[in-house]
């Protein structure tokens, strides 16, 4: 490779290479037509290489991945613009899901979108889609099936695993790239997907405390807020750290660097307890608030990482 390229340039020219199986002087041929842009430099490469026929035993893999995506995009899905031709929109993002089997109140669906680094629900790109199956090396549909079960099997035993789909979860539920929550009833929608273990998730519950369903009342009854990518996050350590201590509450500290409305879970639960579980009446209620209210609101956590340190 010449020395006169950059160091980020000759990063992209192997990255180009890795991806499409293509020599350096092609890679090198159409980043520079792309403006060093690697995403539309490799949907070009894409998309000249989409005559070839479906299944023709190409050693990379990429054609019969790119006329795979190629055939869930319907120029007639109505978009308004239409849809680019190198995205797939909700429409054929659905066909595609009923192909691999997958319901859509399943972990898998976070999955796939994980896999293909959709951070949008139902919104997947070419070079993103066919990267993403290649590095897993799933190039058709059985094969796709078998890659997404073998990673919702290990999701309970593979604890870094479930913490990224988790995360993804979050990415997913969002209207759109610029908000920074998602809608209560989405949220809880997420919620009751990943931490059951009929859908896929971990089961959140413990001998005698039923979390999941308790956490759910408690943000539908009494809280009736979006939630927040930080809430999101602390929800998940305080989730792993409870399935850890079981049905105790004596590890957790109000006075650390907990959201405040965890602090009001905690004595939510308690409350319940108290009572046999005959429902929470908190006198306190927290005031509802709009989602541009919360968008520029702060969090009671600051930076509020440390919730979530002890929870690994």
């Known amino acids: 490779m010449p020395s006169s390229y950059s160091a980020q340039q000759r990063a992209k020219i192997l990255q180009f290479a890795a991806v499409t199986g293509a020599s350096e002087r092609t890679a090198i041929k159409y980043l520079k037509s792309s403006g060093w ?93 066919v990267l993403g199956w290649k590095a897993v090396s799933a190039e058709t549909i059985p094969a796709q099936q078998r890659a997404i079960g073998k990673m919702r099997s ?32 989405v949220a809880a929608e997420h919620w009751r997907i990943l931490f059951r273990s009929a859908t896929g998730g971990i089961a959140w519950h413990t001998a005698s405390t039923p979390w999941l369903d308790w956490y759910l009342d408690f943000h539908e009854r009494v809280v009736r807020r979006p939630v927040s990518r930080d809430l999101w996050d602390m929800t998940y350590a305080f989730f792993r750290r409870s399935l850890e201590e079981g049905d105790s509450l004596d590890w957790y500290d109000d006075k650390g660097a907990w959201p405040a409305l965890l602090d009001e879970f905690v004595a939510y639960v308690r409350t319940r307890r108290d009572q046999g579980d005959g429902g929470a009446d908190i006198s306190t209620r927290i005031e509802p608030v709009t989602g541009e209210e919360l968008a520029t609101s702060t969090t009671a956590a600051g930076g509020g990482g440390g919730g979530g340190g002890g929870s690994e």
């Open 37 to 129: 842009q690697t995403e539309p430099a490799i949907n070009a490469y894409l998309e000249l290489k989409k005559g070839v026929v479906f299944g023709s035993g190409s050693s990379t893999g990429l054609e019969t991945l790119n006329v795979l995506f190629t055939s869930y995009r319907d120029p007639r899905e109505g978009h308004q613009p239409p849809q680019p031709q190198d995205a797939l929109g909700a429409k054929g993002t659905m066909k595609y899901l009923e192909d691999l089997k997958i319901e859509l109140e399943d972990v898998a669906v976070i999955l796939v979108h994980m896999v293909v680094d959709a951070d949008l629900l139902g919104e997947l790109t070419r070079s993103a889609f």
């Open 154 to 185: 290990e999701l309970a035993t593979n604890p870094d695993l479930f913490r990224r789909v988790y995360g993804h979860g979050f990415l997913i539920a969002r209207e759109t790239n610029q908000k920074k929550f998602i809608e209560l009833d």
